[in-house]
């Protein structure tokens, strides 16, 4: 099952690079990225390129068909070596290798290996990953936290995300644990601690307790 809910900013070109390469970019990493960076912003009307505020900005190389990061004064940061890159949300960047995503932090350090279908942007420090069609997350520092065993995922809010099991929806925590059991044909991300869910087409709101509260 692919990945409904998109969140964050990214541009993305298929690239065919060699395993060989792709180790030896995921080792280059390190060494090239030595400054913190933040969220990417589109600026169109003065600046058509994607950059980052404290003036490095992501550029296509024209022959590679891949992107790397260049400082201001159009110095080399980093190699064009991704055919995808989000913004940093948490810390944190998604990029793409040969089709395969992982993710470095801000100080160019690799976080999760660039061997997973697809991952979400981090929400509330929670990275969703696809793995043998089903869904899991990892923390902010790479760990597993919770197995991949859902056939969808939401994202984080109020400390709960929306994931489903065998056709029907519910809601787990941080832990893996289940909160509100899986019991809806429907339902929404929390947020401001309510949801919409559906039961035999029968919509309404509930709590994170799993309580109704209105229609």
Same mark, same amino acid.
């Given at each position: 099952?692919?990945?409904?809910?998109?969140?964050?900013?990214?541009?993305?070109?298929?690239?065919?690079?060699?395993?060989?390469?792709?180790?030896?970019?995921?080792?280059?990493?390190? /060494?090239? =990225?030595?400054?913190? +960076? #933040?969220?990417?912003? &589109?600026?169109?009307?003065? @600046?058509?390129?994607?950059?980052?505020? *404290?003036?490095?900005?992501?550029?296509?190389?024209?022959?590679?068909?891949?992107?790397?990061?260049?400082?201001?004064?159009?110095?080399?940061?980093?190699?064009?070596?991704? /055919?995808? =890159?989000?913004?940093? +949300? #948490?810390?944190?960047? &998604?990029?793409?290798?040969? @089709?395969?995503?992982?993710?470095?932090? *801000?100080?160019?350090?690799?976080?999760?290996?660039?061997?997973?279908?697809?991952?979400?942007?981090?929400?509330?420090?929670?990275?969703?990953?696809?793995?043998?069609?089903?869904?899991?997350?990892?923390?902010?520092?790479?760990?597993?936290? &919770?197995?991949?065993?859902?056939?969808?995922?939401?994202?984080?809010?109020?400390?709960?995300?929306?994931?489903?099991?065998?056709?029907?929806?519910?809601?787990?925590?941080?832990?893996?644990?289940?909160?509100?059991?899986?019991?809806?044909?429907?339902?929404?991300?929390?947020?401001?601690?309510?949801?919409?869910?559906?039961?035999?087409?029968?919509?309404?709101?509930?709590?994170?307790?799993?309580?109704?509260?209105?229609?």
């Amino acid at each position: 099952m692919k990945k409904i809910i998109a969140i964050g900013l990214f541009i993305g070109l298929y690239c065919n690079v060699s395993w060989a390469e792709t180790i030896h970019a995921q080792l280059d990493i390190k /060494s090239e =990225i030595t400054v913190k +960076v #933040d969220t990417v912003f &589109i600026d169109l009307k003065n @600046d058509p390129d994607f950059k980052f505020k *404290n003036n490095l900005r992501w550029f296509q190389d024209s022959d590679l068909a891949l992107f790397g990061i260049k400082k201001k004064t159009g110095e080399l940061f980093m190699e064009p070596m991704f /055919s995808q =890159i989000e913004s940093f +949300v #948490d810390n944190l960047s &998604i990029v793409t290798f040969d @089709d395969l995503q992982g993710a470095i932090n *801000n100080k160019g350090e690799i976080i999760i290996p660039f061997q997973y279908e697809e991952l979400q942007t981090s929400s509330e420090g929670m990275i969703a990953f696809y793995e043998n069609g089903l869904w899991g997350f990892f923390n902010t520092l790479g760990e597993v936290v &919770i197995e991949p065993s859902f056939e969808y995922v939401g994202s984080f809010s109020d400390g709960l995300v929306l994931a489903s099991k065998d056709n029907l929806f519910g809601y787990i925590n941080k832990k893996g644990k289940i909160a509100i059991p899986f019991q809806y044909d429907y339902a929404s991300n929390f947020e401001d601690g309510q949801a919409q869910v559906e039961v035999r087409f029968q919509s309404f709101i509930i709590n994170k307790k799993g309580v109704k509260i209105a229609d």
